[in-house]
């Protein structure tokens, strides 16, 4: 158990539908990331946070949104899904320290179907 | 990021050392090396991660040559668990993010 929880595990939803996909990082972790893994495109970086401000980009489309919440938890919006949209969705969290590379612990996902 | 090229796949017998090469060329000097697996669908797990020294941990350890263009994770005794996919990334550190390549698929024989 990395600590780490991702809500819900599967989500299966229609075209054009709006979902929410929610993270609670590591007690005492600052930083989230959302990343997405599709059959043939492997693991994705999307977005990260630190401690409620946006930090790094990816290749996020701008369908998608996430944010931070005060408490540190996360939720990665996703809208006007495609069938392209099918992944599984994981989220990471991590202690940034002051130029220190540290590790990132990932959650079990959320595995998304469009239909 | 420096981008990296790792063998798509490799396999090992059970009980014997697992040595994945990475190769990493166009590495920068503030760049480090990490290892991530990801054993089926699950989240990827965080293994070990170096400068330039090499480095052990109770999970595997990493040996980064001289001129850190190129480095291996080795499994000191590879059990049947360790079958994944196995991730070298190398990372700067103010990047805050790690980019995944396409890894290695270690194979764990009986």
């Known amino acids: 158990d990395s600590g780490v929880t991702q809500t819900p595990k599967h989500l299966i939803t229609a075209t054009g539908q709006r979902v929410t996909l929610r993270c609670s990082p590591r007690?005492?972790?600052?930083?989230v990331y959302w990343y997405q893994q599709s059959l043939d495109q492997g693991l994705q970086f999307l977005i990260q946070y630190y401690n409620g401000e946006e930090r790094a980009k990816g290749n996020i489309l701008e369908r998608f949104s996430a944010q931070q919440f005060p408490d540190l938890h996360s939720e990665l919006n996703l809208s006007s899904l495609e069938l392209g949209d099918s992944a599984l969705y994981f989220c990471?969290?991590?202690?940034?320290?002051?130029?220190?590379?540290?590790?990132?612990?990932f959650g079990q996902g959320t595995r998304l179907t469009v239909v | 990021d420096a981008k990296t090229t790792q063998p798509p796949s490799m396999d090992c017998a059970e009980g014997r050392a697992a040595n994945l090469p990475c190769n990493h060329s166009?590495?920068?000097?503030?760049?480090?090396v990490y290892w991530y697996r990801q054993i089926h669908s699950q989240g990827p797990q965080y293994i070990i991660h170096?400068?330039?020294n090499n480095e052990t941990n109770e999970m595997a350890s990493l040996i980064i040559t001289e001129d850190r263009k190129s480095s291996t994770l080795i499994l000191p005794h590879a059990t049947l668990r360790d079958t994944a996919v196995y991730y070298c990334?190398?990372?700067?550190?103010?990047?805050?993010?790690?980019?995944f390549g396409s890894g290695t698929r270690l194979l764990v024989r009986p």
């Open positions: 990334i190398v990372r700067v550190v103010s990047s805050y993010k790690l980019i």
């Open positions: 990471a969290s991590s202690v940034e320290g002051t130029g220190i590379s540290t590790e990132a612990f």
């Open positions: 166009t590495i920068s000097g503030n760049e480090y």
């Open positions: 007690s005492g972790d600052l930083s």
């Open positions: 170096g400068l330039k």
